[in-house]
């Protein structure tokens, strides 16, 4: 099972989101893959102290991830001194007790810099708190915008953007040994300020030491995962190929029910009508 994650057609993007103007954007500049560096500082590690600061002591109206007993790990949007907009990934105490293990883990997705990626700006490891500190991406998930839109349904033109950026992303990470992503859904997927998509780098990273690599309902969980309980390249190929179910249809179909309706040639129920 494989996949070429860079042969896309090209297209040019211009869309609305939720009242929101995207700008024209022209696929056929990166059909190099040419998306290393946006002039990011180098990865560093922060305090408690800073990241309690920027959070607002982590304060429950800054959570931007689902939270409650059932997602011990919460994500918070805030802001540093120097006003940079950041994302923090706060993990349960337990998640991660070996401090020297969750260090190098962080600095190795640290090094990845890419413009499809919210790319990994830190790290805070104190007694046993660990935290990760992302780009902020200010306009909400992909499964936001797919399959919980208030205006209109996403136009394919977007549609196709967000499958060739994050196709270039995964192959980004690959190139840079760092082929496994784990629990690859329409939530890791975000848009930045101007709507660009970008592939969350805490997903790069497994929710704990020894826990689980996905998240989601089993009905999509890559085969692989199920049958050996380890992400594969081929597990996340897997997981790519329900996102772009999840973009044909503006549904999250289960893979399998799919593969029914494919095969009983009702393909019109695949496509949305958008």
């Given at each position: 099972?494989g996949?070429?994650?860079s042969?896309?057609?090209?297209?040019c993007?211009?869309?609305?989101q939720?009242?929101v103007?995207v700008?024209?954007?022209n696929?056929?500049?990166n059909?190099?893959?040419?998306?290393?560096?946006?002039?990011?500082?180098?990865?560093?590690?922060y305090?408690?102290?800073q990241?309690?600061k920027?959070?607002?002591?982590?304060?429950?109206e800054?959570?931007?991830?689902?939270?409650g007993?059932?997602?011990p790990?919460v994500?918070?949007k805030?802001k540093?001194?120097?006003q940079v907009?950041?994302?923090?990934?706060?993990?349960?105490?337990s998640?991660?007790?070996?401090?020297?293990?969750?260090?190098?883990e962080?600095?190795?997705v640290?090094?990845l810099?890419s413009?499809?990626?919210?790319n990994?700006l830190?790290?805070?490891?104190?007694?046993?708190?660990?935290?990760l500190?992302?780009?902020?991406m200010?306009?909400?998930t992909?499964?936001?915008h797919?399959?919980?839109w208030?205006?209109?349904?996403?136009k394919?033109?977007?549609?196709?953007?967000?499958?060739?950026?994050?196709a270039q992303a995964l192959?980004y990470?690959?190139?840079?040994?760092?082929?496994?992503?784990?629990?690859?859904?329409a939530?890791?997927v975000?848009?930045?300020?101007?709507?660009?998509?970008?592939?969350?780098?805490f997903?790069?990273?497994?929710?704990?030491?020894?826990?689980?690599?996905?998240?989601?309902?089993?009905?999509?969980?890559?085969?692989?995962?199920?049958r050996?309980g380890?992400?594969?390249?081929?597990s996340?190929?897997y997981?790519?190929?329900?996102?772009?179910?999840?973009?044909?249809?503006?549904?999250?179909?289960?893979?399998s029910h799919?593969?029914?309706l494919i095969r009983?040639?009702?393909?019109?129920?695949?496509?949305?009508?958008?």
């Amino acid at each position: 099972m494989g996949c070429n994650f860079s042969k896309y057609s090209t297209c040019c993007c211009s869309t609305e989101q939720g009242g929101v103007q995207v700008p024209e954007a022209n696929i056929e500049e990166n059909e190099d893959n040419n998306v290393e560096g946006n002039g990011l500082a180098s990865f560093r590690e922060y305090t408690i102290d800073q990241l309690r600061k920027a959070t607002s002591g982590f304060a429950i109206e800054n959570i931007v991830s689902e939270h409650g007993e059932k997602a011990p790990n919460v994500v918070y949007k805030g802001k540093l001194e120097n006003q940079v907009r950041i994302a923090v990934k706060r993990f349960n105490k337990s998640a991660w007790p070996d401090a020297h293990q969750f260090l190098e883990e962080a600095r190795a997705v640290g090094q990845l810099r890419s413009q499809r990626l919210a790319n990994l700006l830190g790290c805070c490891c104190e007694g046993d708190e660990r935290l990760l500190v992302s780009e902020y991406m200010s306009n909400d998930t992909l499964a936001k915008h797919l399959f919980h839109w208030e205006t209109q349904p996403m136009k394919w033109a977007m549609r196709l953007r967000v499958a060739l950026y994050l196709a270039q992303a995964l192959e980004y990470c690959t190139s840079k040994g760092r082929a496994l992503y784990h629990d690859l859904n329409a939530y890791r997927v975000l848009f930045d300020d101007d709507f660009n998509p970008k592939l969350s780098c805490f997903g790069l990273m497994k929710n704990s030491r020894d826990g689980k690599s996905y998240s989601t309902n089993l009905a999509f969980t890559p085969p692989e995962y199920l049958r050996t309980g380890r992400v594969t390249p081929e597990s996340v190929t897997y997981s790519f190929g329900t996102l772009l179910l999840d973009l044909l249809s503006g549904k999250h179909i289960p893979p399998s029910h799919a593969l029914d309706l494919i095969r009983d040639r009702n393909l019109q129920s695949l496509t949305d009508s958008c």
